[in-house]
Structure formats: C-alpha cells, structure tokens
C-alpha cells in the first residue's frame, strides 16, 4: 500500500551533481528503512545507500560513500539521494526502496529486505 514515486534523474557531465527524490505520498513516513538501489545494463539490482527514517543512521556501499549522501525530509515524507562529483560509472537506473519491519540498517544491503519499490529514473553520466 506504499506507492514510491522517484524523480531527479537525467543527463550529467562527469564530476557534476544530481540529486534524486522518492516520495511517498499521504504517508506520514515512507518507511522504517529508506534504501537506494542501482541497476546497470547488462548488471543486477546493487546496493547504493539507506537510511533509517527514525533515526537518520545512514549506510552506503563502498563505491559511493564520500560523493553521495542520503538524507530525509520528514514533512514533506520525502527521501534525497544528493550525488556529487558523479562519474561514467554511476550511470544506471536508481531506484529507491521501503521496509516496514524492524532492521539494522546495516544489513540493509539486499533487494530482498524490502518490501515496496518505486518505478526507477535513470542517470546517465557522460560528456
């Protein structure tokens, strides 16, 4: 019953930012555990960052953590996905992802843990 509704995406020259957005709308939190996901072509569904809504514990993969943040806006029941300094790489489709149930945020690694998906949007960094 958690419709996520992601938008941002588009065309970036390498080293510039984006910042993608999930909302949730007429929820008063999107869930207990908000998680970005990627997807390459040709590449499975990996782990990008998520973040506790309660508590604001974050967690990111390797690749990203330093040059991407994830953040929350409570009034708006909104997530941010702010990435900088973006490389070829990074080019993918984002999704972001909601679980309801109790977690540790850093487990919160697997497609397989969460219970809602939005649609995706696509980034493609390239000059």
């Known amino acids: 019953q958690v419709q996520l509704l992601e938008s941002g995406g588009g065309l970036v020259q390498p080293g510039g930012p984006l910042r993608l957005s999930c909302a949730a709308p007429?929820?008063?939190?999107?869930?207990?555990?908000m998680g970005w996901f990627r997807q390459a072509p040709g590449k499975g569904r990996v782990f990008v960052s998520v973040i506790d809504w309660n508590n604001d514990k974050t967690y990111y993969a390797d690749s990203v953590n330093g040059r991407f943040t994830v953040s929350r806006d409570n009034a708006k029941s909104t997530v941010y996905l702010q990435m900088n300094n973006l490389k070829p790489e990074d080019t993918a489709v984002y999704y972001c992802?909601?679980?309801?149930?109790?977690?540790?945020?850093?487990?919160?690694?697997?497609?397989?843990?969460?219970?809602?998906w939005g649609q995706g949007t696509q980034v493609t960094v390239s000059s």
């Open positions: 007429g929820r008063a939190f999107p869930g207990s555990a």
């Open positions: 992802a909601a679980r309801d149930g109790h977690c540790r945020i850093a487990g919160m690694t697997w497609t397989s843990e969460y219970d809602y």
